[in-house]
């Protein structure tokens, strides 16, 4: 796989790379590690500091870079770096594009006291614009769970071409040993509905078969696989509500929308899930 890794020098992408380095997808792919001096135009504003300004920008990406190495190198990794110049989302995407990277990793705030994730805009953008998929990993202050040795691994499927997308991107990634994985589906029930009242055992049935068929698939790359039918009123919270209680380190969900000029706009389930989970967040696209 072509992976880029993305560092503002920011402990949330310090963290990101550091956390990710230490799966087995790291050491088996090629990484180049991203960095976006955000020089400023020249504006009589700056009173002629414009190039002093440049230049500590391309100084705090060089540096924000070679840490990320020295992390990597901790790993047994290899990445080279493509510095980049301009707004930091436009240029990932763009070098993204040009690259044909596979998989961008980028890092995500934590909480806010509203109890809303904050992703920061550039981790929005790129989880939104790619196109490719995006592995968003979570600050430990949000995350779960840090232990990368025994992962819990959680696929929404519904049996749509972006979630059999996602299930192909799981079964092409190397996982540690004691990864276990999670295969949900949510059956969208009326709000009016009693609890108590089962509201479509044709589809029930059907999508057992269809996580039966996922299960067969994926259960000889996992020490543990389970699968379970859900029947909620909000599809992205029942996916959430989950992952968490099933304490889930990385939760993948599949994307496929593009919009008449070309670009990926992530769908309002995966965004839901993308905002609120706990845990990080895996956004499965195949490559424009």
């Known amino acids: 796989m072509k992976i880029l890794l993305t560092t503002d020098g920011s402990t949330y992408a310090e963290h990101a790379i550091r956390w990710f380095s230490r799966l087995p997808i790291c050491r088996t792919s090629e990484l180049t590690v991203v960095t976006v001096a955000a020089h400023p135009a020249a504006s009589v504003y700056w009173g002629g500091r414009d190039e002093e300004l440049c230049r500590l ?53 934590g909480h806010s006291m509203l109890t809303k994730i904050l992703l920061g805009s550039t981790t929005d953008s790129v989880s939104t614009h790619a196109p490719c998929s995006v592995l968003v990993v979570r600050h430990p202050e949000s995350s779960i769970s840090q232990d990368v040795q025994s992962l819990r691994v959680t696929l929404a499927h519904d049996g749509s071409p972006p979630a059999i997308e996602a299930a192909n991107q799981i079964k092409a990634t190397p996982w540690p040993t004691n990864t276990e994985l999670s295969l949900i589906t949510v059956i969208q029930r009326p709000a009016l509905l009693a609890d108590d009242i089962p509201y479509d055992l044709y589809l029930t049935e059907a999508m057992k078969k269809l996580l039966a068929e996922a299960h067969a698939r994926l259960e000889p790359i996992f020490s543990v696989v389970t699968k379970q039918v859900l029947e909620e009123v909000h599809v992205g919270g029942s996916i959430v509500t989950f992952a968490n209680k099933n304490k889930t380190d990385i939760v993948f969900v599949g994307d496929a929308g593009h919009s008449a000029i070309s670009r990926f706009f992530i769908g309002s389930t995966s965004r839901f899930v993308l905002q609120h989970a706990n845990c990080s967040v895996w956004i499965a696209r195949k490559k424009r």
């Open 57 to 109: 920008e391309t100084a705090n990406a060089l540096e924000a870079y070679q840490r990320a190495t020295m992390v990597l190198a901790e790993a047994g990794c290899v990445a080279t770096h493509a510095p980049q110049i301009g707004h930091a989302a436009d240029e990932i995407i763009r070098y993204a594009e040009e690259y044909n990277a596979d998989l961008i990793v980028v890092g995500a705030k």
